[in-house]
């Protein structure tokens, strides 16, 4: 009996934060929702902080996803935006945490990697991939959605790898673990 496992990604922002869970079934793979959550540059940064831990809480308590994938900042230039970002980054993190949900962190150069074979592509890249991977229907809003989809795609990607995953800061150490892990893949 195939079970379903989903996997909520998301793409961290304070003023667009992007979410897409996909369903896993065997080889299977389903979007079961891909959005972006506009936070009004307006609001106070506290206020905008709250929105991301209500946002991903009712996401969570309405579709039960079994993990949480997260981008992981890229550094740039401006330390306010960077300080900025791991805030969010931490605060979706800390709900999925308070959920029991396992966590992995991806950077935006091994998700572009992982789903497209080329760590610099651009986010059209991205989402041109991703259509090849995953049945589609629908017009996309933010790229920041499909970023998001694309880094649980990413983590469902790298738990097929052996010696690839991290989950919680473990990581595999190589197929003598995958082995043991996982005897039923063994060729009888």
């Known amino acids: ?3 379903t496992k989903i996997i909520l990604g998301i793409d ?9 869970l996909l369903a896993v079934r065997g080889n299977a793979l389903e979007i079961i929702r891909m959005d972006a959550v506009k936070l009004s540059g307006k609001r106070d940064m506290f206020e905008r902080l709250s929105l991301v831990h209500e946002t991903i809480a009712g ?10 994938a997260i981008e992981a900042p890229f550094f740039g230039k401006n ?3 960077m300080l900025k ?12 945490m308070q959920h029991g ?13 992982s789903i497209t074979g080329n760590g610099n592509a651009a986010k059209e890249q991205v989402w041109e991939m991703l259509q090849r991977w995953i049945p589609v229907t629908g017009n996309l809003q933010y790229y920041d959605a499909s970023d998001a989809l694309a880094v649980a795609l990413c ?14 800061g473990r990581k595999k ?6 082995i043991r892990e996982n005897p039923h893949r063994l060729a009888g």
């Open 173 to 178: 150490k190589g197929w003598d673990d995958f």
């Open 79 to 81: 330390v306010q935006s």
């Open 59 to 68: 996401i969570i308590k309405t579709y039960h996803p079994h993990e949480l």
């Open 12 to 20: 961290p922002g304070t003023v667009i934060m992007g979410y897409g």
């Open 155 to 168: 983590h469902h990607f790298h738990q097929q790898s052996p010696g690839t995953s991290s989950v919680h």
């Open 101 to 113: 949900l396992p966590v992995a962190e991806y950077s935006p150069k091994k998700v572009k990697q």
């Open 85 to 96: 970002l791991g805030r969010a980054q931490g605060i979706a993190i800390a709900v999925a």
């Open 1 to 3: 009996m195939n079970t």
